[in-house]
Nanobody
Framework: QVQLVELGGGLVQPGGSLRLSCTAS????????MGWYRQTPGKQRELVAV???????NYADSVKGRFTISRDTAKNTVYLQMNSLNPEDTAVYYC?????????WGQGTQVTVSS
């Protein structure tokens, strides 16, 4: 069992920023890849960003240039820095990590972008 806990969601105005964190119950060296997904009512969960132990990253086209995924191995934590937020970014954001033979998910944190 792997536990992933997300923090940092909240209400922010358009153009603002938030930093999400995902803390794992074990070394993130053993969790590869890790990523962030988001989901809005009536829509499928979609990939936002992924990071591998190699350092490689991937981003959804909708967030590329605005969001940055990073990691702090000493804290067993992956971050998602979200800048230039717009209402379309409103969603529940979920942390994800792969440990053979399955994928683990956090409980999610709500991000609301509204004026």
């Amino acid at each position: 069992q792997v536990q992933l806990v997300e923090l940092g969601g909240g209400l922010v105005q358009p153009g603002g920023s938030l930093r999400l964190s995902c803390t794992a119950s074990r070394s993130i060296f053993t969790i590869d890849p890790m990523g962030w997904y988001r989901q809005t009512p009536g829509k499928q969960r979609e990939l936002v960003a992924v990071i591998r132990n190699s350092g490689s990253t991937n981003y959804a086209d909708s967030v590329k240039g605005r969001f940055t995924i990073s990691r702090d191995t000493a804290k067993n934590t992956v971050y998602l820095q979200m800048n230039s937020l717009n209402p379309e970014d409103t969603a529940v954001y979920y942390c994800n990590g792969y440990v053979y033979p399955r994928t683990y998910w956090g409980q999610g944190t709500q991000v609301t972008v509204s004026s």
